[in-house]
């Protein structure tokens, strides 16, 4: 019996013992006490206490008499029961009611239903907690001795419904994939060869990319067994339960080898167990994780047991496990390209009445950045928007309007008035004239003072011309100078800024903190990066900056200083020598509350709504 079973078994015996002893402090408080102390005399006593006037209750049974006398003594008296062997005495009534005693007869017992049911109505209610418990803990009564085992579920066959045909954008990871359920369909091809099967895969990438979505693929493929498990199903409140359900799981693997193992969300027991964390290491998942090792590449073989992971933070996981021998192959699943979301959303397009003059190259075109869940998200929102609307198909209309709803938000039915409606056309009317005037920044599509469910007063939308991979320093530049395009505009018009540009002023110290730490764009600086490594940081944590001198973080402070105010003052020229068009977009706006990109252009000086981008810089 290993130590988890000890445990358990430890644990039931333990409740069993409470429970007991809390069955019989009910009885003792709700029912009563099971039997009563009674002192046994002879019936001659009886007589005799009866004659002395000592008794003051009587209870005439069939088969006993018990009484209730007096105690000598002081004050307060107790009262003493007695019982006695009823025998037959014809005059034992007359002479109870003469003496005066308060006296009353009790019927024959029958059965035993009403001791038993004494003891059944307390016991009941923590059998059914008992067995609540054993349920929850993985099959009823048998729960405790079935806490360890592995939680995965076998899939085989088509049981997910998901095939790579319902996978589009990431060709190179699908490959990958193939390779491996090839390995597993005909392994005879590849060890002529001399080639050995991958031990592990580990799929790392940005939310929503599509790292499950391949895996129920691969299941969808495979003609093997597929287990899958999320990492959090590991780890439970009892001690050496996950090192447990590691074992179970990688038993079963190898009885049904050749299998695959996926494991989602690996980062909830894979985390690295060295640096600040070990003083706050959790012993738990510790175990978990070194029975994980053990079982990828320990001494016993795992011939013919492929483990997939999935997660987004491979950042934190430990070292041990990213190893050739455990995760052999790591497979990075990016963002789709412009391509990959034109066959993304050709995929989630199936079953969607759209109409034939929708764009989907324009679609993709106008959502960089976007994930595979997005574009997901996108075309559900564009067909609800349909519905709305009472239409009995998807316009490109409703995929605008989609758009901005994901991106902006969801627009919010208060009308601005008054000055704040002035200033935010203005505020809104400066990002739209400098981004349309600067040569290196996106196309201005709309630009909107309705104000939406995400805070903002209004927005100016962008929609880039195609994938960018690398900034130049000059482009860098000219974003800022269209982030503070808005604040610059207040400046011009009213004399003061306003608080509308909080998020501009965030956003482009940002980037000029980046531009100085971490890109080497700063002459003063130099080549030299002032922060932690980058790593592979899908959700955006907080880069971690380096011991530096006082010196070196004042001259960084200057250079980002520096860079934005060229920004403002680079943003305050171009409204200047455009006074015109800024008043002009900004009454419009104030009137119609919406204006175009096209318009925009024409305001602009008649320019095309394509801009030249000259000096961007693409792989």
Known sequence: MDSDLKFKTKASAIYIIVAFLLILMLQEMVIGPMT?????????QFRKDLAGGAITEVVVE?????????ASGEEPKEKITRKVVRIEDKNLVEELVASGVDFKAKPARRGILGPLLSWILPVLPFVLIWWFLMKRMGGGARGMMSIGKSKATEITGQMTG??????AGIDAVEAELKEIIEFLKDPDRFVKMGAKLPKGVLLVGPPGTGKTLLAKATAGEASVPFFSMSGSEFVEMFVGVGASRVRDLFEQAKAKAPCIIFIDEIDAVGQSRSGGAAMRTNDEREQTLN??????DGFTSNQGVVIMAATNRPEVLDKALLRAGRFDRQIVVPLPTEKGRRQILEIHARGVSISPEVDLDKVARFTAGFSG????????EAALMAVRRGSPEVTMEDFTVAIERIVA????????????????????????LVSQLLPLTDTVHKVSIIPTSKGALGYTMEMPEEDRYLMSKPALEQRMAVMLGGRAAELLVFQQTSTGASNDLERATGMARRMVTEFGMSEKLGPVRYVGPAGMDYLGSQVSALNLSPETERMIDEEIRRFLDEAA????????????????????????????????????????????TKDKVTV
Do not use: C, W
């Open 569 to 612: 003052e680079e943003a305050m020229k171009i409204l200047t020598s455009n006074e015109s068009a800024l008043h002009e977009i900004a009454r419009i706006l104030q009137e119609e509350e919406v204006i175009d990109g096209e318009t925009v252009a024409l305001i602009a000086g008649g320019k095309s709504t394509t801009k030249q």
């Open 409 to 432: 938000g969801l627009q919010r039915d208060m009308p601005l008035e008054g000055e704040t409606r002035k200033k935010v056309a203005y505020h809104e009317s400066g990002h739209a």
């Open 291 to 296: 029975q994980l090792l053990y079982e990828m």
């Open 62 to 70: 069939p088969e006993r008499i018990l009484y209730s006398v007096e």
């Open 36 to 44: 009563t102390t009674e002192e046994k005399v002879p019936y001659s």
């Open 162 to 167: 998901v095939t790579f045909r319902d996978v």
């Open 373 to 380: 869940a997005d574009l997901a998200n996108l075309i559900n």
